[in-house]
């Protein structure tokens, strides 16, 4: 029995995810999420459960104001491909250089985010309806601005440390 504990909890290690921002601290250009969703902003998006199928498809507007120093992010989404939140309002800070804080309403707590070079790191808390269920989950959100218009975004979705979904998005700022 003890054996089979130590496999299990082996198994379960080796399900998670570790990316190393390091990597990318020297990448440009550099992302600095309140100048980039600063504006009109689309995305294109799936969500993935861990087989790998497509459970959602959407696009989402977001519109960006700075107010008091900070961005007020709002994202209107659009479901080609099952349904989720249809309006968030992120109140996006930086309390000290590299390092980012945001608040919306459906997010647990704040959302801490890091930058590294042309990366982002954002981690954040919700409770996530699916199918008449509500799950507490944890987002490991990495971002990569590619050039000025472009920004890919890679959500780990995790129940006990286990990746259970993944959301691939890309956006695209609007001049």
Not at 78 to 83: A, F, K, W
Request: charge should be neutral; charged fraction near 20%.
């Amino acid at each position: 029995m003890r054996w089979v504990m130590l496999i299990w909890v082996g198994m379960l290690s080796g399900c998670g995810l570790s990316i190393d921002g390091n990597t990318y601290i020297n990448q440009k250009p550099k992302l600095d999420p309140i100048e980039y969703f600063n504006g009109s902003v689309k995305g294109w998006g799936i969500v993935q459960d861990r087989s790998g199928n497509v459970i959602q498809q959407f696009t989402v507007e977001l519109n960006g104001s700075l107010k008091d120093e900070k961005l007020v992010l709002d994202e209107q989404f659009q479901y080609q491909l099952g349904e989720g939140v249809k309006t968030r309002v992120w109140t996006i800070s930086q309390p000290e250089r590299g390092k980012y804080i945001g608040q919306a309403s459906d997010i647990l707590a704040s959302a801490s985010g890091e930058i590294f070079g042309n990366a982002l790191q954002w981690k954040y808390e919700m409770d996530l309806p699916v199918s008449g269920t509500t799950y507490r989950v944890q987002f490991d959100d990495w971002m990569w601005r590619f050039d000025n218009e472009t920004v890919m975004n890679r959500s780990y979705i995790k129940k006990f440390g286990v990746v259970f979904a993944e959301v691939t998005l890309f956006f695209q700022k609007k001049y």
